[in-house]
Each structure stands twice: as structure tokens, then as C-alpha cells.
Nanobody, 121 residues
Framework: QVQLVESGGDLVQAGGSLRLSCAAS????????MGWYRQAPGKQRELVAR???????NYVDSVKGRFTISRDNVKNTVYLQMNGLKPEDTAVYYC???????????????WGQGTQVTVSS
């Protein structure tokens, strides 16, 4: 069994900062890509940032220069450092990971439970 547990969501004022964490646990052989998605009320879920095993990163245009994604491959944890937060960043943030549980096994996508980020104006 694989689980992704998120933490770090909070209520902050515009211009503030938060760091989200997501730790994968259970039977894990390898993790290729890890990322963060978000979903605001009435909107579709969107990819915010992703990071590969080799630390290649991608960001949605709206967060470039403000957010930084990173990962710790020893702890199987992905982070999202969010600076200069804006009200439009308000959403539930979900972590995602592509995980292979054993050598030669299937690669599956796993999701965290979501953590609420609210930015007041």
C-alpha cells in the first residue's frame, strides 16, 4: 500500500508565504515524477508544478517566479515553497506521484488527500 500525506496548508494574507509538504510511504521501489495540482471552487484542477527524478521542473505560468518545487529522494517527499501569495492562489492543493512498487511492476499515479490554502486580500 502506498500513501501520500500532505501538510502545510493554512490561511495567510496576500504577500505571505507557505511551504507544502507531501511524503510518500509504504512499499515503494521508485518514484519518477512528483507534482502539485490545485483546484479552486468552480474551476478545473490544474497542474501547478512538477519535478522529475533528475530534478527537471515545470511550472504553470501564473506561479513562475513565486513558487519553487523540490524533492527529497531519501525521504520520498516533495515540497512546494510558495512566496508572494495572491488571492487567486486560493485552492485545495493535491500532491501527485508516479510510483512503481516493485521491480518490473506497474507504474501508477497516487494522490494526496489535499490541503487547503486560503489567501486573504
Amino acid at each position: 500500500q502506498v500513501q501520500l500525506v500532505e501538510s502545510g496548508g493554512d490561511l495567510v494574507q496576500a504577500g505571505g508565504s507557505l511551504r507544502l509538504s507531501c511524503a510518500a510511504s509504504g512499499s515503494i521501489f521508485s518514484i519518477s515524477v512528483m507534482g502539485w495540482y490545485r483546484q479552486a471552487p468552480g474551476k478545473q484542477r490544474e497542474l501547478v508544478a512538477r519535478i522529475t527524478k533528475g530534478n527537471s521542473t515545470n511550472y504553470v505560468d501564473s506561479v513562475k517566479g513565486r513558487f519553487t518545487i523540490s524533492r527529497d529522494n531519501v525521504k520520498n517527499t516533495v515540497y512546494l515553497q510558495m512566496n508572494g501569495l495572491k488571492p487567486e492562489d486560493t485552492a485545495v492543493y493535491y500532491c501527485n506521484a508516479l510510483i512503481t512498487q516493485y521491480s518490473g511492476g506497474a507504474t501508477r499515479a497516487y494522490w494526496g488527500q489535499g490541503t487547503q490554502v486560503t489567501v486573504s486580500s
